[in-house]
């Protein structure tokens, strides 16, 4: 698909970036990415030299250098040296729910992983890209908004977590040039928390297409899984409501001890696995994209456990391997894509957990419906070509350069 070129570079601004990281916003940058290269616009990433997620964010992993990447030109800036020790005091208390003063929340931003290299670059040259920020609540967003005055465009992966309430983040927000969303439901959610009526928006969330049929046996081969499996994909913390769905699976084998049923975790992170579960649960880890699809294709049904969700990349994923969801009643996006696909179903609690495992892994006929439907669902609402069309006039039409300030 090739689109009208813009007037300026497309620069996405990113806290870490490369082939093999995981994560949803990572994934969601490098496929806008590519997809816009190839499509014949002008695109960079201008990122820190840090790992990712998961590796020491004052550390320079990569090279501070500009490269060119598949025709994506990729600039890297080393990292500011942060006190991790500060940040993790706030972090600990947002993540819990307890109150933090302004100068705490100013810490969190501001020990946040950061480049100051990438910040001054921003502040001088900004103006010659149509820059998009995401997700919303790292300091290369925050601050790399404010060096602009906020004139570039927040893709904010945004989830209803405490982050999301700071007055810092409300500001920002309700700054920037446009939004741009995953989800009806993230776009209900920021309508609820910021003022944004006057701040130009638009929902897309990420295409989707059709892969090669995979190889199930491949994946069971390869790490000695035997019996039908749930298959969680996703990286592995609390956050992410990992350790709620191994408490569940356990009692589900207690009550159901002639169930014939594993539990399989993809993603990087951990959790912690009771000693009874350690011959049911596979903790498989961070794997290969065939292989992912691979596991996918070969479970019973895919669960999704977290309830901070802006998009949900996996449950597409699973429709189109075939596969139908499980999803957490309180994860709104989730809910939403199940409910118009009607390609899932979703739980609030054990019994509802434990129920619905047990129809959709006994009911092979439901249990493909409810794929098909899906996938049908995928396939028809988030085609990239439109995606990537309607991405390419919602920046032109609100090229600042356009704009009164």
């Known amino acids: 698909m090739a689109v009208e070129p813009l007037e300026k570079t497309v620069g996405f601004v990113v806290p870490w970036y490369g082939d093999d990281i995981a994560g949803g916003a990572e994934r969601l940058c490098r496929e806008y990415a590519g997809r816009l290269a190839r499509a014949g616009l002008a695109i960079e990433v201008l990122t820190t030299c840090a790992r990712d997620f998961f590796g020491n964010w004052n550390k320079n992993h990569f090279a501070p250098r500009a490269y060119d990447n598949g025709g994506i030109v990729v600039r890297r800036f080393p990292v500011r040296h942060r006190d991790r020790h500060q940040f993790d005091i706030v972090n600990f208390k947002l993540l819990n729910n307890l109150a933090v003063t302004a100068h705490e929340e100013h810490l969190f931003y501001y020990e946040s992983i950061r480049s100051e290299p990438l910040e001054r670059f921003l502040a001088k040259e900004g103006g010659k890209y149509h820059l998009i920020f995401l997700p919303y609540c790292y300091g290369t967003t925050f601050e790399g908004l404010r060096q602009t005055g906020y004139r570039g465009f927040l893709l904010p992966c945004l989830h209803h977590e405490r982050y999301a309430t700071l007055p810092g983040t409300r500001k920002m927000v309700e700054s920037v040039r446009g939004l741009i969303f995953n989800s009806e439901s993230e776009q209900r959610l920021a309508a609820s928390l910021y003022a944004i009526d006057r ?193 390419v006039e919602f920046i032109r039409e609100n090229d600042p350069a356009r704009l009164p300030v």
């Open 199 to 391: 701040v130009p928006q638009i929902v897309l969330g990420m295409g989707v297409e059709s892969a090669e049929p995979a190889d199930p046996a491949a994946f069971r081969r390869r790490f000695g899984i035997k019996k039908p499996y749930l298959i969680c994909v996703g990286r592995k913390d609390v956050t992410k409501n990992t350790h709620v769905l191994v408490a569940y699976f356990g009692q589900l084998i207690d009550a159901n001890p002639d169930l014939d049923l594993d539990l399989v975790l993809l993603g990087r992170g951990d959790v912690e696995i009771p000693g009874e579960l350690t011959q049911r649960v596979h903790n498989v880890g961070y794997i290969s994209e065939k292989l992912k699809q691979a596991a996918l294709a070969g479970a019973e049904l895919l669960v999704q456990p977290s309830a901070r969700e802006s998009f949900s990349i996996v449950l597409f994923e699973a429709w189109l391997a075939g596969t139908p969801v499980l999803v957490n009643e309180f994860c709104a996006v989730g809910v939403e894509h199940c409910r118009r696909s009607n390609g899932g179903l979703f739980f609030r609690n054990y019994a509802e957990f434990e129920e619905i495992v047990r129809v959709l892994v006994e009911d092979k006929t439901l249990a493909r419906q409810l794929a098909a439907n899906g996938r049908q669902h995928a396939l028809e609402q988030y085609g990239w070509d439109r995606l990537i069309g309607e991405f």
